[in-house]
């Protein structure tokens, strides 16, 4: 039987990433897997306040208190789905860089995304955090579908 044993989940606050850490965290009681929340903290450099790409332009900025709040937030909801044994991580850098790094890091087995962007025109021309996840992580990634809170 196949099974997971330490499972990562990226969150940034939204509805739609809460989706995401309810589901790995279910999973993480199925499995009685390790469970690693991740939030990544960036502030904008020059580069992406001047963007050109109106995409980059819309970046939100997590700082660092503002990630300790998220992932307060998303401990509330991993202990609500009962997950056995939860690692809340902050790390700097882009949202799909720190999920990629965090694979290795933490020897994840699973990465669980939601899959917020990946139907927008945009997200489709200029990428979108799961589907840069889903194409580059050298593990298992699962998507999990976000519309039932109204977001593409």
């Known amino acids: 039987m196949h099974s997971y044993k330490s499972i990562a989940v990226g969150t940034d606050g939204s509805a739609t990433s809460h989706m995401a850490v309810r589901a790995a965290a279910s999973l993480a009681r199925a499995f009685d897997a390790d469970l690693t929340v991740i ?14 790409n109106a995409e980059l332009s819309k970046i939100e900025i997590v700082s660092d208190s503002d990630a300790e709040r998220i992932l307060a937030a998303a401990e509330a909801i991993t202990k609500e789905e009962e997950a056995p044994r939860v690692n809340l991580v902050t790390l700097p850098g882009s949202p799909a ?18 899959n917020k ?16 996840v889903a194409k580059k992580a050298p ?13 593409d």
């Open 97 to 114: 860089n720190v999920l990629l790094q965090a694979v290795n890091e933490y020897k994840v087995d699973l990465l669980v995304v939601g």
């Open 39 to 52: 939030c990544a903290h960036y502030s904008a450099s020059g580069s992406m306040l001047n963007a050109t």
């Open 139 to 151: 593990v298992d990634v699962m998507l999990v579908d976000t519309r039932a809170q109204g977001h």
């Open 117 to 132: 962007g990946m139907r927008s025109m945009a997200g489709r021309i200029f990428g979108n955090v799961p589907g840069n």
